[in-house]
């Protein structure tokens, strides 16, 4: 059974650590920046990718360090991602981040998540996020390349037509709610 609540996390607001300058902190720091360019992120790592590299250029609030794991890196940060190949590194970081009760994902070892990255389908300001509650990581890869077909880009003008209407209704919250209901139920 899925007991994964889904939420969705303003993280320019907070300050994320990742762990790992490989493929896989490539991966995650794409994904996060991709979502909200405006993140601060640190990545920390003996070893930084080039593109890793070319990433923070593109993004003044990513700082690179070419260090290896010290648990004072975890100072200040509010979330943390994990991407190494060194499962003794991924198992201390996971150790340090509970001791500090930071929210942690490791990647590719759902046992030591707090919480799992989604597979995120963007239309405009339509974001659904996908999950399989850590089982298939590419099976919601795929899912989502089917939903981002399948949705038309029109969606954004649909959104914004919704917005003015939610704007300009008169009453109460249950009174806006019924009236919202009836105009979007042609989307069944």
């Not at 700082?63 to 890196?73: A, G, T």
């Not at 943390?80 to 929210?103: A, E, M």
């Not at 942690?104 to 707090?114: K, M």
């Not at 999950?131 to 038309?152: C, D, I, M, Y």
């Amino acid at each position: 059974m899925n007991t994964l609540f889904p939420i969705f996390v303003k993280t320019e607001n907070l300050h994320v650590l990742i762990v790992g300058g490989g493929y896989v902190g490539l991966e995650k720091a794409n994904a996060l920046l991709a979502n909200a360019p405006n993140t601060r992120v640190t990545l920390v790592a003996p070893e930084i990718r080039s593109e890793i590299q070319e990433l923070a250029r593109q993004h003044p609030r990513m700082e690179l360090i070419q260090e290896p794991y010290h648990e004072l890196f975890l100072a200040d940060k509010d979330l943390v991602i994990v991407g190494t190949n060194n499962k003794d590194v991924n198992r201390q970081v996971q150790q340090d981040c509970k001791t500090r009760r930071i929210l942690v994902n490791v990647a590719d070892t759902p046992d030591l998540c707090d919480f799992y990255l989604s597979s995120v389908v963007k239309k405009g300001d339509l974001k659904i996020a996908i999950s399989t509650n850590g089982k298939s990581p590419t099976f919601a890869k795929r899912f989502r390349e089917v939903l981002e077909e399948l949705l038309p880009d029109s969606l954004q003008e649909t959104l914004d037509n919704l917005t003015a209407i939610r704007n300009q209704l008169k009453g109460d919250f249950v009174q806006k709610m019924e009236k919202l209901n009836e105009i979007t139920k042609v989307l069944k």
